[in-house]
């Protein structure tokens, strides 16, 4: 029985396989293919470690390698806690110029920064019951004209001291009248008249000075449409009385770009005119002394 059984292995193992073609009109066979079955098997084996062998190098010497899952290592980690401060960094840097661009809008706009900065300070929480305090709306106006002539006052003595009479000539060099035409009034700080009043007929365009970014961009009572603008080493410039504005908040313009349209709004004017001004680390100065307006 052993033998019998033996020799069955044996020809198990022997036993050949074939593929023949035949004829349909002679019914003649011709044979095509003749493999043993342990040359199918080897041929088998062999595909399958010749396919796992090409996987294996595309994925370890291969880009394709970082499409799949994987774990971590110490130095990834250490790179993502790095980005991680550096996006908190970035973020508080955010914060911070967002509150000096509000409290500069504020000071050119005529605010008062206390108020300002009291719109964007959360009130702390309480357990205790605190009674409210009202207050009608002639107190808060009157309250906030005293806060605004107070800093205007202020303001003015800086000016008067000579608080921006260091700024060189080289800061603003290269800078472009907004406007070519008279001036209508001059500047004249001890009066609140931080700029000058430049005469040109309606639809006139009004440039940009120089390249820089539009920090403000809208419409107020007392100076109807009116932009600001800032640009390289601090400076800003404010154009006001506009018919329209023709750029954007956070809107990126160039030297020479159209930005609004001269105008006769808001209640601070009697004619159409632009009254332009120049600041520089939030001081004014006299555009005058350094841009040919005429």
């Known amino acids: 029985m052993s033998e019998i059984s033996d020799n069955d292995k044996v020809s198990w193992w022997q036993e050949a396989f074939l593929i023949e073609m035949v004829d349909p009109e002679t019914l003649q066979r011709k044979p095509i293919f003749h493999l043993r079955r342990w040359k199918l098997i080897f041929l088998a084996a062999s595909?399958?470690?010749?396919?796992?062998?090409?996987?294996?190098v595309l994925i370890a010497f291969t880009p394709l390698r970082n499409v799949l899952p994987k774990k971590y290592s110490p130095l990834d980690a250490d790179e993502l806690v790095e980005l991680r401060n550096r996006v908190d960094e970035m973020a508080t840097l955010v914060s911070q110029q967002e509150v000096y661009i509000t409290n500069l809008q504020g000071l050119i706009s005529g605010r008062p920064i206390d108020s300002l900065q009291r719109e964007n300070t959360p009130v702390p929480s309480s357990d205790r019951e605190v009674g409210q305090i009202h207050r009608s709306q002639e107190e808060v106006d009157l309250r906030e004209t005293l806060e605004m002539e107070d800093r205007l006052r202020s303001l003015r003595q800086t000016i008067r001291r000579g608080?921006?009479?260091?700024?060189?000539?080289?800061?603003i060099d290269g800078f472009m009248a907004p406007v070519i035409g008279p001036i209508g009034k001059g500047y004249?700080?001890?009066?609140?008249?931080?700029?000058?009043?430049?005469?040109?007929?309606?639809?006139?365009?009004?440039?940009?000075?120089?390249?820089?970014?539009?920090?403000?961009?809208?419409?107020?009572?007392?100076?109807g449409n009116s932009i600001m603008i800032l640009h390289n080493n601090g400076v800003i410039s404010v154009y006001k009385h506009n018919s329209s504005l023709l750029k954007e908040k956070y809107e990126k313009v160039t030297q020479g770009e159209a930005v609004a349209i001269i105008g006769n709004t808001g209640t601070l004017t009697t004619g159409p005119h632009v009254h332009f001004e120049l600041w520089l680390d939030g001081f004014p100065v006299d555009p005058t002394a350094y841009i040919n307006i005429q």
Not at 48 to 56: K, N
Not at 163 to 171: A, P, S, Y
Not at 189 to 214: M, Y
């Open 47 to 56: 595909l399958i470690i010749a396919i796992s062998s090409i996987v294996y």
């Open 188 to 223: 004249d700080p001890s009066v609140s008249h931080f700029g000058i009043d430049i005469l040109a007929p309606k639809n006139t365009a009004v440039k940009s000075i120089a390249d820089g970014l539009v920090l403000q961009s809208d419409w107020t009572v007392e100076t």
């Open 163 to 171: 608080g921006v009479t260091d700024m060189g000539q080289n800061v």
